[in-house]
């Protein structure tokens, strides 16, 4: 019994850990490679979003092909039992797809216009939006622990979003306008994410489904709903210089840290809870800070930001706070 215990907080802080240097290294790369002085014309994050998508399914199919023993036939009766011949239930998921591939392509306009530590921490807000979305769609009731959180939430972002001295001499490089455009793509992905992230937590607890079928059907319609973005958006550059241009080493790392992100959640999902959450999104807030500062140097933090980013990491833990008394009878 010691053993599986051991195992499991083991996987638990694997899980977690993966999930800081995730979150840490994509928001990182990201900006870097948007920011980047080049030759030639720069990647197109549209069409990043899209390869990640795919390499997101191919992923899962391992996964499932993994879960039906390697067995090709199996996979096979497994994805057209589950994907084709439920076509309803498939549907269901191209509405958080569609949400999560305009989400992944703000997060792109969000880095290019923000640096990494102060889009971390703004980001933050949906933890706020995914609770007043689970409040009215799947009527969870909070704490006070939580409502307090929220509020503690809410003043540390307008803190690190408070204009300062120092911006007015950066501004100069940057102006007030690509600050607003980040944050305005941050709020939109905020909201977002909140929405689609409650969705699909409906319709997880609804079906029986595995995790991973589900990411399969999300990364289909995320697929598709991605490429009409492509030809909409960048339709004329891509006709001009191809699918891949400008992508480079750093563009596939981008790319591969984005499509593990969604894998990574879902497993620290079904191995860590809210705290080891928590936890780790706090983590990844003062890494990318550091080298924000150190690294990228496209980032002075003053003291507002770091009373700001403080607030915030302390409302993620008070949020995942459960106040229970110590001798309750263990879950099986």
Request: glycine share 6%; hydrophobic share 45%.
């Amino acid at each position: 019994e010691s053993q599986s215990q051991e195992m499991s907080t083991n996987l638990k802080y694997l899980s977690l850990g993966i999930l800081v240097f995730q979150t840490t290294s994509l928001v990182l790369t990201m900006r870097y490679s948007r920011t980047l002085k080049e030759e030639g014309p720069r990647y197109l994050s549209s069409t990043a979003v899209v390869i990640a998508e795919l390499l997101k399914i191919l992923t899962c199919i391992l996964l499932v092909y993994k879960d039906s023993k390697c067995n090709l036939r199996t996979l096979n009766r497994v994805l057209r039992d589950e994907i084709l011949n439920k076509p309803m239930e498939t549907l269901k998921l191209a509405i958080p797809s569609g949400i999560y591939t305009l989400q992944n392509n703000l997060l792109y306009i969000a880095l290019s216009n923000l640096d990494a530590a102060t889009y971390q921490v703004t980001y933050q807000l949906k933890i706020l939006t995914t609770a007043l979305f689970s409040v009215f769609m799947l009527s969870k009731k909070l704490g006070v622990y939580q409502w307090l959180s929220l509020v503690i939430l809410m003043t540390g972002v307008a803190f690190v979003q408070w204009p300062s001295d120092s911006q007015a001499t950066s501004a100069k490089e940057h102006s007030a306008g690509s600050q607003f455009v980040g944050l305005m793509a941050v709020l939109i992905a905020c909201f977002s994410s909140g929405f689609a992230g409650v969705y699909f937590e409906k319709i997880l607890k609804e079906t029986k489904q595995s995790v991973w079928i589900r990411n399969i059907q999300l990364g289909f319609f995320g697929s598709i709903f991605g490429l009409m973005g492509v030809y909409i958006y960048d339709g004329e550059q891509l006709s001009k210089h191809g699918f891949f241009q400008g992508y480079n080493k750093l563009t596939w790392i981008v790319v591969v840290l984005q499509a593990l992100g969604g894998l990574v959640i879902a497993a620290v999902i079904k191995y860590a809870d809210n705290i080891l959450k928590g936890f780790a999104t706090s983590l990844s807030i003062i890494l990318s800070t550091l080298i924000s500062y150190f690294w990228l140097q496209d980032f002075v933090p003053t003291s507002v930001f770091f009373f700001g980013a403080i607030l915030v990491i302390a409302a993620t833990f008070l949020y995942g706070y459960d106040p229970k008394p110590a001798g309750n009878p263990i879950k099986a």
